[in-house]
């Protein structure tokens, strides 16, 4: 995905939009670029690479104005390059554009407009819809017609936001599938991709809907869909704080974020679970209340940590509810034929909620009959939205690329709706007791497991030459050691794999050489000792062993070359407790390779495409 | 009193087409006379006279100031009185002289029905900015509104120009006007000739019904009414227009100048130099200039359902409101024999249907014959209108062949979902409805 955003007001346009971007840049990085509206017409600026450079390139040439766009990009169409950043001029120079998204049909686009000999300078697809809105200008000479003309030609998804030297104070942002958020101050507007770049300048916002365009101008903003029919919205007041997205003296918002989950993890909690009323309060799924006792299986989907999430809650929801749970990667769901049986809770889990796969997925289990429940972190998201119900992270914006508090988040989410249908039925009082007590003490244990990061950093640095990790885990810390691996993979750019720790020996255990890393996942549980026998599977094959452990074994203490410990917790909540370390340990190995922890190459925050 | 009067095209233009693709908003007609002459018709009639101008899309400047003869697209910095050219003016709002600048709205929409300018105000409202409704709202905001809805009716779409042509003609009707100076033969009823005006050289043939009893009745000069006819009014048929006989001109109906028609014609509006001269059915529809429509063609104006009809205006559904919507049909366009065209069609410039049952919406510059769908290019659409011209004597200015072949690369935007498979050749019904 990428980031946009947009200014009008009586500030000094171009500082405003680099501020903007600056916070949304772990959106998208390969590129940047903003333009501004001034007594000059349209002069933009655009860099390849970081925000600073292009703050760097708009402090030696300052560009006056009071109207701007920018936009930050994580490459799709079109290789991350100079002549691919946005922002996208048509051909007259008339129109210039910054779009989150992709324009599917935009090669049939380019076509027809090539054959009306008009001249692309870039690969992009956000040119051809530019380019499209400068065409269709010449024959409508009305700017917002052009723009819903070529918005109801375009397929695919957009953020837009668009300038025109034909109307130099005016702005025009539209949306479909990608978010847009539209703040309003005093004396000013902005749009922009999520409301981090709003934070601090507006706590007033409005959540644009799918083919609504606004108009931003001198006297105010205008809603209207497609067919120019207005649209009354009311403002909400925006619920985040400066103080949330700032790094407060850690040096990475991954660090500040990992650090954040105690507190995270209380919000998650706050008067959802009573231990003593031996309850679980989830006002999101009140809509849902009378139909989940009669729920018959579930289906959980997402992508990445959010799958791996799924796949912890799919232990949850079997072993509390007796609930047949089934867990599926989105990106699969939405192209297979699933069979989606009636009485089936569909669960989506996304941080932002706006996961394109997970987006498809939802919609397509909600096209064969599911209930769906969303699992999000992003208030107001698309997934939010359109789910029958749900239950928010409240953990707070996550910048950092790399999952962490929102993937624990979204454990606990699943937990308590684990707990919650157990409720009802048929889970004993004494169990759900038993549970809700684990998870009313998850904030403090998560911690104390905070406190092996020297360890690990130790750890970290003596092992980030090793090229290839194995993690192994059983039972519900199985999805644990696959979360591990990819954090290692997505920070530290290490080649790291997940596996359940009895599958190993059924092939995997070949690749196993003499000081291979081998993280292997041991809480004291039920399946304590058969992981110990496959510590010393691997110890017997050179590998150099790295158990994290709730346990005082002396057993351990002697098979492992590492022991990593962490508070116990109960069984089915050990994840949360056990990814801890694991998260510090992929966070340092970044370091010691001396990689950007918070944006890793190739990445993007939210995947809004296919 | 404002010396002073501007009538504009405003965004809502493009709602109009395709009637609008070669003639301003003010040409169309609605009631006695077209949008433009009534405007002229009240600032004669005001104390003191006024000078009327235009501002209309550059694209037809030249064409409107040659079919007008006013003055078009000059912006001066002297006050002004802007009037929407889509407006059925029945009279002028009161400009005091120290009023400043003010808009005037109609039922609480924020369309612009008028601007009263101050110097200022009138040398910023050029073309392009009037006809961009994001840009004239902005520039207008910080005004103050009033409302004038008992001057005006703003007319939004095609077929609300059929429906106010009825009651329009019956308002506009002066009582002095009941005159038959042209030749009435015996055997020819006038039914209320006290509403009825026959013009100089027509000539009503024996076995005609002008039936007034319901509605005035104007014929212009030099009108033809063949024998056995019907004609009921509220109707208007102006000067040149040839009635064949048997002709049933129904209620509601305007029939431009030098039009041939025939058969059956209910509350519709032909522009002028069309032909529908033979059995057939029409109803609640809108036809341009230049049209042929042959012999037993037939439109639908009412739903079986009786329900609301969807009109695909630029090839874009729009719920009219309405339970009578016939068709639209453009400029230079023509329908075969025997062509049924279903509920609220839409037939856009320079087209051709040749088949059965037409497709709702015909995008411009198509030829469908059969299942086929081919683009009619713009140059033999030119030469076709040539010929038809100069049958009626009128000749492919300058401006006006200017104005046709811009009509192609208008349509290209307009109509670009539609006109789309037309440029790529990926011809069939299906990849235009």
């Given at each position: 995905m990428c980031g946009i955003v947009g200014y009008l007001g009586v500030r000094p346009v171009t500082e405003v939009l680099l501020n903007g971007l600056q916070r949304l840049e772990y959106r998208g990085y390969d590129s940047a670029g903003l333009v501004v509206s001034g007594p000059a017409g349209l002069k933009a600026h655009r860099v390849e690479g970081r925000i600073d450079r292009l703050r760097s390139l708009a402090e030696s040439a300052p560009i006056e104005g009071r109207t701007g766009i920018g936009h930050t990009r994580w490459a799709t169409h079109g290789a991350p390059s100079l002549t691919n950043a946005h922002p996208h001029f048509d051909a007259s120079g008339r129109f210039a554009l910054v779009h989150n998204g992709i324009i599917e049909n935009h090669a049939a686009i380019r076509s027809f407009l090539n054959q009306k000999g008009i001249e692309f300078q870039s690969e992009t697809d956000t040119e051809a819809l530019v380019q499209l809105i400068g065409f269709l200008y010449q024959g409508t000479g009305d700017l917002l017609e052009s723009v819903r003309q070529a918005l109801r030609t375009v397929r695919g998804t957009f953020g837009i936001a668009l300038l025109s030297s034909e109307a130099p104070e005016l702005l025009i942002a539209a949306r479909r599938g990608s978010p847009l958020i539209v703040g309003v101050g005093s004396d000013e507007l902005m749009v922009a991709s999520d409301a981090s770049a709003l934070i601090g300048q507006t706590s007033q916002v409005l959540y644009l809907d799918d083919d609504e365009i606004v108009t931003l101008g001198p006297d105010g903003l205008h809603v209207s869909d497609l067919d120019a029919v207005a649209v009354e919205r009311d403002l909400v007041t925006l619920d985040l704080t400066l103080e949330e997205i700032e790094l407060k003296g850690h040096d990475h918002h991954m660090h500040k974020e990992m650090h954040e989950q105690p507190a995270s993890l209380q919000m998650t909690l706050r008067g959802r679970v009573n231990s003593a009323d031996r309850k679980f309060v989830l006002g999101g799924l009140t809509s849902l209340e009378r139909q989940l006792p009669n729920v018959e299986r579930a289906l959980l989907f997402g992508c990445g940590s959010a799958w791996h999430a799924a796949l912890i809650g799919e232990y949850m929801l079997e072993e509390l509810a007796s609930l047949p749970t089934t867990v599926e990667y989105a990106s699969e769901l939405r192209y297979r034929n699933p069979l989606i049986e009636s009485g089936t809770l569909a669960v989506g889990v996304s941080q932002s909620g706006e996961t394109a796969d997970t987006l498809a997925a939802l919609r397509e289990v909600q096209t064969r009959g599911a209930t769906t429940i969303g699992v999000v972190n992003a208030v107001g998201s698309s997934m939010a939205r359109e789910t029958d119900a749900g239950v928010y992270l409240?953990?707070?914006?996550?910048?950092?690329?790399?999952s962490t508090k929102a993937f624990l988040g979204q454990v606990v989410v699943l937990a308590m709706l684990a707990g919650y249908m157990g409720r009802r039925r048929h889970l004993s009082d004494e169990r759900l007791i038993e549970f809700l007590e684990g998870l009313e003490e998850l904030p403090d244990k998560v911690r104390e497991a905070l406190e092996t990061e020297q360890q690990m950093k130790e750890l970290a640095f003596s092992l980030a030459d090793r090229e290839h990790w194995l993690y192994l885990g059983r039972g519900v810390n199985f999805p644990a050691a696959l979360e591990g691996a990819l954090k290692l993979k997505e920070v530290s750019y290490i080649h790291a794999e997940g596996l359940p720790a009895a599958e190993m020996k059924h092939g995997p255990i070949a690749m196993i050489d003499k000081g291979m890393p081998v993280v292997v996942l041991a809480p004291r549980d039920g399946v304590y000792s058969k992981v110990l026998s496959n510590i010393e599977e691997v110890r017997s094959r050179g590998a150099h062993v790295i158990a994290v452990t709730s346990s005082e074994d002396a057993e351990l203490d002697q098979l492992a070359h590492d022991v990593v410990r962490v508070p116990e917790t109960h069984a089915l909540l050990s994840p949360v407790v056990t990814s801890v370390p694991l998260q510090l340990l992929a966070y340092h190995a970044a370091l010691a390779k001396g990689r950007d922890v918070d944006k890793p190459r190739n990445l993007a925050k939210s995947v809004t495409v296919e | 009193m404002t010396t002073r009067i501007v009538v504009f095209e405003d965004a809502g233009w493009i709602r109009l087409l395709p009637l609008v693709y070669m003639r301003g908003v003010f040409e169309l007609r609605c009631g006695r006379s077209d949008l433009l002459s009534r405007i002229v018709g009240l600032t004669g009639a005001s104390e003191g006279g006024a000078t009327v101008e235009i501002l209309c899309r550059p694209q037809l400047a030249d064409l409107i100031h040659e079919t007008t003869g006013r003055a078009v697209n000059?912006?001066?910095p002297e006050p002004a009185l802007l009037l929407n050219g889509r407006g059925l003016w029945t009279k002028l709002p009161e400009t005091a002289s120290d009023a400043g600048s003010w808009v005037g709205t109609v039922d609480g929409s924020d369309d612009v029905a008028c601007i009263a300018a101050d110097a200022e105000l009138a040398g910023s409202l050029t073309p392009e900015t009037v006809i961009d409704q994001a840009r004239l709202r902005t520039l207008l905001a910080p005004l103050p509104r009033r409302d004038i809805s008992d001057c005006v009716q703003l007319l939004d779409w095609p077929w609300n120009f059929v429906h106010a042509n009825g009651p329009a003609m019956e308002s506009d009707w002066d009582p002095a006007s009941a005159a038959i100076a042209g030749q009435v033969d015996e055997g020819s009823y006038l039914l209320a000739p006290e509403h009825v005006h026959i013009g100089a050289g027509s000539r009503v043939k024996p076995c005609t019904v002008i039936d007034a009893e319901s509605g005035p009745v104007w014929i212009g000069e030099n009108v033809t009414v063949n024998p056995h006819c019907y004609i009921e009014g509220p109707v208007v048929i102006e000067s040149g227009t040839i009635l064949q006989p048997g002709a049933k001109i129904r209620e509601g109906t305007t029939l431009g100048p030098r039009c041939k028609v025939g058969g059956e014609i209910e509350a519709s509006i032909v522009q002028g130099f069309s032909n529908k001269q033979h059995d057939g059915f029409l109803g609640h529809s809108y036809v341009g200039e230049w049209v042929n429509i042959a012999a037993d063609c037939i439109n639908s104006d009412l739903k079986n359902t009786y329900g609301m009809i969807r009109v695909p205006i630029n090839g874009r559904e729009v719920n009219s409101g309405e339970m009578f919507v016939g068709m639209v049909m453009g400029d230079y366009s023509k329908a075969g024999i025997n062509v049924s065209f279903p509920t609220g069609a839409v037939v856009g410039f320079s087209s051709s249907v040749i088949r059965p049952l037409s497709p709702k919406f015909v995008p411009s510059f198509a030829w469908i014959d059969g299942d086929d769908v081919q683009r009619f290019d713009v140059v033999r659409g030119l030469a076709v209108a040539r010929k038809v011209m100069a049958r009626r004597q009128r000749e492919v200015t300058p401006a006006v062949e200017h104005a046709f072949l811009q009509v192609r690369e208008w349509a290209l935007a307009l109509e670009h979902e539609q006109q789309i498979p037309l440029e790529t050749g990926q011809h069939g019904l299906d990849t235009i409805g």
């Open positions: 409240h953990v707070g914006p996550e910048i950092g690329v790399a | 000059t912006s001066h």
